[in-house]
């Protein structure tokens, strides 16, 4: 896994969105797989800056990791409406080209299931984008998620929900279940660049890295990836044995030259 630790949070950020302007740039028909969560926020508006900026998303299929399950498109807390606020309508990606799973949808199992048969049909995700839960989940893949799963229904953890409960209001509750991108389907990116920032992801981001790859960390499946990128800031690459390393390798989280 390549390990970029910037100085600052806004520095990650800016490192992510770069990488993901890249990525477009240099394939303006990319297939991205888009995330959702507090950490994304600042990435998408350096995105939107970037596209009032001449970078155009108008070509570019999205598949988004994850939605709740009895949650319409429509509804404030969906994460379709998340996408719209934050990235969708202030670009000019295609709506028609947006995907994320059917959260209304009658048999929540079809439509996952259908779900991976459309990122499939669509050849497959070029970029895929992930922050990482304090559990060490990715997507909604909750700790002894098969690191082998496809797009599927999760329960949620006690946790998540909790953490995610900031985005609900006082009378709302979080929905205890999600359609899901398996591990497995994440493993199939061609890239992954996960995003971390923050000391509360630092015990998660230690187990992803340097831990052992296993179904109680499900962001150390990374570990199998040929080509994963994980963006940091200091106080989430606090907890690493071998921070020293990553740094000298990506100096404030630089390329490496070979000479
Ligand atoms: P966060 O969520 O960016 O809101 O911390 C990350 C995640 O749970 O994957």
Do not use: W
Not at 101 to 122: H, L, Q, S, T
Not at 133 to 153: A, D, K, M
Not at 155 to 182: C, H, K, W, Y
Not at 245 to 250: N, S
């Amino acid at each position: 896994m390549k390990v970029l630790i910037l100085e600052d949070a806004g520095a990650a950020y800016d490192r992510a969105a770069g990488l993901i302007a890249d990525e477009i740039t240099a394939n303006h028909r990319a297939v991205l797989g888009l995330a959702t969560g507090g950490t994304m926020l600042p990435i998408y508006e350096r995105l939107v800056i970037r596209h009032r900026a001449g970078l155009s998303l108008s070509g570019i299929t999205s598949f988004n990791l994850d939605e709740y399950v009895g949650l319409a498109p429509e509804h404030p807390q969906s994460y379709r409406s998340y996408m719209r606020r934050a990235l969708f309508d202030l670009t000019d990606i295609d709506p028609a080209l947006t995907h994320l799973p059917r959260g209304d949808a009658a048999n929540p199992m079809v439509e996952a299931e259908r779900y991976e048969d459309r990122i499939r049909r669509a050849g497959g995700i070029d970029l895929q984008l992930l922050g990482i839960g304090r559990n060490g989940h990715i997507g909604f893949n909750e700790p002894t998620s098969s690191l082998g799963s496809r797009t599927r229904v999760k329960t949620l953890t006690r946790q998540t929900r909790e953490a995610n409960s900031r985005f609900f209001g006082p009378d709302e509750t979080v929905p205890a279940f999600a359609i899901t991108m398996g591990v497995g389907t994440i493993l199939d990116a061609r890239q992954c660049l996960l995003v971390a920032t923050g000391d509360d992801k630092a015990r998660a981001v230690a187990a992803m890295i340097e831990g052992p790859v296993s179904a109680v960390c499900p962001a150390s499946a990374l570990q199998m990836h040929p080509k994963a990128v994980a963006v940091l800031d200091r106080p989430a690459a606090s907890a690493l044995q071998l921070g020293d390393y990553y740094r000298h390798v990506h100096p404030d989280g630089s390329e490496r030259e070979i000479r």
